[in-house]
């Protein structure tokens, strides 16, 4: 028989702390560890208890939950789910649990309805379940900083249609990721980058205006009817698809999920294949599931170059192991190459039809 999930549960709250118990009391396969109501408490309980799955809230008094994870994370790596409101206030500091090291978070509803979403598809012992598979790694490079002066020639009319697409793909720990590579892309990389990374609305925008904040590149949340440019990153924004048409101008559209998700990597994937052909890179980083492999097949099949995250670094290596297992993956990287290859592999498709 297998060992049980062992979770400690941290909020101030009792009310929430006795909600979030019964919801997983229901699940045979999860056991509640022990409990604490603040910060300092965590700590303490994570050393003494060493939990396989931390569920953190993050208003809590005498030390909150961004203080508790970073110590957490510097001295007792665990995966940490994080509490969180559907704020734009929550959505930041969603954004920040998630760069600091946390694998996941869980949404509140309402203050009136604090623990609403505890029902089918939307409980949090799924998320449990998959935060005790999940790889957690010590910080080893300090916190990124803002990139300083943006490239940003509008005025100038320079902003040029791209002669490439990257299409970044990611689901669980993508956030992390993603604030590893975007900032690290240089400001004059000759293409327009399409990231998709599954998370409801409302929180890409929070994931954009971070990114902007940290990189070269300008990034933004994207807007139905966008033009692309060289030089921008646009986020898919939570609940829409993002595909573009013949014109390069983005398409937001409500169909239905696909793999379970909106919006999702197969669908920007696809709709770049078939407009770039050759000239598209599709990168698919950690995540759980398959999103991203029938797209990564048609970039591939259309001439385009296919790179995936490395087992090391995956966070989760479900998405970017589905595109490998197909064949379909010219380039494999850890996450701390990945900018790298990046440039490299949009340079080669750049140039490509020169050297045939």
């Not at 052909?277 to 990564?296: E, I, K, L, N, P």
């Not at 379909?328 to 290859?341: G, K, M």
Request: aromatic share 4%; hydrophobic share 40%.
């Amino acid at each position: 028989m297998a060992e049980k999930i062992k979770v400690l549960v941290v909020d101030d709250s009792a009310f929430a702390r006795h909600v979030i118990a019964r919801e997983l009391l229901m699940d045979p396969d999860i056991q509640i560890l022990g409990f604490a109501r603040n910060g300092i408490e965590a700590v303490q309980k994570t050393f003494e208890l060493k939990p396989d799955v931390i569920t953190l809230d993050v208003e809590m008094p005498e030390m909150n939950g961004l203080l508790a994870l970073k110590q957490i994370m510097n001295a007792q790596p665990t995966p940490v789910i994080m509490i969180s409101s559907l704020t734009t206030e929550g959505a930041e500091v969603t954004m920040q649990s998630l760069e600091m090291g946390a694998v996941d978070y869980f949404l509140k509803e309402s203050p009136s309805n604090p623990l609403g979403f505890y029902t089918g598809e939307n409980s949090l012992n799924p998320k449990i379940k998959l935060a005790a598979k999940t790889r957690v790694f010590k910080p080893s490079v300090k916190p990124a900083t803002p990139a300083g002066v943006k490239y940003n020639d509008h005025a100038a009319g320079l902003r040029i249609v791209p002669d490439v697409l990257v299409v970044i793909g990611c689901s669980t720990g993508g956030p992390k990721a993603l604030y590893q590579v975007i900032p690290e892309l240089p400001k004059d990389l000759p293409a327009a980058v399409l990231v998709v990374q599954h998370m409801p609305p409302g929180f890409t925008k929070s994931l954009a205006e971070r990114l902007d904040s940290l990189s070269h590149l300008d990034v933004k949340e994207a807007e139905n009817g966008d033009k692309l440019v060289t030089g921008q990153v646009y986020v898919a924004p939570g609940g829409y698809h993002m595909e573009i048409n013949k014109g390069l101008f983005i398409v937001l559209t409500k169909n239905p999920p696909v793999c379970g998700v909106r919006p999702s990597v197969d669908v920007t994937m696809l709709s770049v294949a078939k407009t770039m052909g050759s000239y598209c890179v599709g990168v698919v980083m950690t995540g759980m599931g398959s999103d991203g492999t029938r797209g990564a097949a048609a970039i591939h099949t259309a001439g385009g170059k296919i790179l995936a995250e490395d087992e090391s670094t995956a966070v989760v290596w479900g998405m970017p192991r589905s595109v490998i297992e197909t064949g379909n993956a010219n380039r494999i990287a850890p996450v701390t190459d990945i900018s790298s290859e990046i440039q490299m592999l949009v340079t080669e498709r750049k140039s490509h039809d020169h050297v045939k």
